[in-house]
């Protein structure tokens, strides 16, 4: 994959507010110039208006919105959920982006770890996207994420910013930034599945825990994702929860390979800003944030913890609580 098919430019997620300061300041200037030397009331009105909503927009987004944390709450029901996995549940979290939760932003990381664990789930688990560009900016965030607990564990997947595909390197490099980022994970106390999967038992009763590489569009971001080899040896009549970053994966390769009942995602962000219902992920995904269901199999979506620009309106952060129940 060539660097320049890929987004190569990540400024700090500062920069980003810095740079929108700049150019609201720059045209909050021009209005008071206008409104000083323009005879025109209409001209005035023009101008002031919309920069106000701008403002507003951007102050609220940037300050607020990236900080309302929700818990959100689904129940789903199988006919095939193991009897002793009836009322399972899984708390699932991602795109934490850390090294945008500096400074004052650090609260919503710690909010989401005391929201996690204040849910006593079995599993918990986190579906890529941990840091921007480096598995560096992970280390003053070790001990916290650490914290995170669940009777079952907690099991993770690489998301595209979790390769070096925003940094220059050569291929012995990336080797070495994937290991790196691999053994983030064991340090964390996380189980990172590669195109792998655990199995989880109550008894004689069982479920599968798989999570797939990331698999994006080969051209933007990394696809290698390989069902066969995550579900090595998973027999049909297995129940599979199965954790894939990209959610464009689940119609590409998922639903039509595998009969995963259950897949969690994230990456879209739930497009960080969402107008009247509409959201810009709606553009280039099917499934862009939410729920949603084939014949009885599921997908969730995350709209993530964070992004590498740290703004939301009408999409916040989330964490989201997932009850399996049997059908009776």
């Known amino acids: 994959m060539s660097h320049s098919s890929c987004l190569l430019i990540l400024l700090d997620p500062d920069t980003y507010i810095y740079i929108v300061w700049a150019v609201l300041i720059v045209l909050s200037l021009v209005a008071v110039w206008v409104c000083c030397f323009s005879r025109h009331r209409w001209l005035k009105c023009i101008l002031v208006a919309p920069l106000c909503l701008l403002w507003s927009f951007f102050l609220y987004g940037a300050y607020v919105g990236v900080g309302q944390l929700e818990v959100r709450h689904i129940e789903l029901t199988f006919d095939d959920l193991p009897s002793a996995f009836d009322g399972y549940r899984i708390v699932q979290f991602s795109d934490a982006h850390v090294a945008t939760l500096t400074g004052s932003r650090c609260r919503i990381l710690e909010n989401a770890v005391d929201s996690i664990n204040a849910q006593q789930a079995d599993m918990v688990v986190f579906t890529g996207d941990l840091q921007n560009k480096e598995p560096s900016e992970i280390e003053p965030f070790r001990e916290l994420l650490s914290n995170i607990q669940a009777a079952d564990g907690v099991y993770s997947v690489m998301g595209n910013h979790d390769y070096p595909l925003y940094v220059k390197t050569d291929s012995c490099e990336l080797e070495r930034h994937i290991a790196q980022r691999r053994s983030e994970d064991d340090t964390l106390g996380w189980h990172l599945l590669v195109n792998s999967h655990c199995c989880i038992h109550r008894g004689a009763d069982s479920i599968v825990i798989a999570g797939m590489d990331n698999d994006g569009d080969g051209k933007r971001f990394p696809q290698y994702g390989n069902i066969p080899l995550t579900l090595m ?96």
């Open 233 to 328: 040896d998973v027999g049909r009549e297995a129940f599979v929860v199965m954790l894939e970053h990209d959610p464009s994966a689940w119609q590409r390769k998922i639903l039509p390979q595998s009969h995963t009942q259950l897949t969690l995602s994230g990456h879209t962000h739930g497009g960080q800003v969402s107008l009247f219902g509409w959201s810009p992920a709606d553009i280039a995904y099917t499934e862009s944030r939410g729920l949603y269901a084939v014949d009885n199999r599921y997908i969730y979506v995350s709209a993530g913890l964070s992004g590498v620009v740290p703004f939301r309106i009408g999409t916040p952060p989330e964490i989201v609580v997932i009850t399996l129940r049997k059908k009776k």
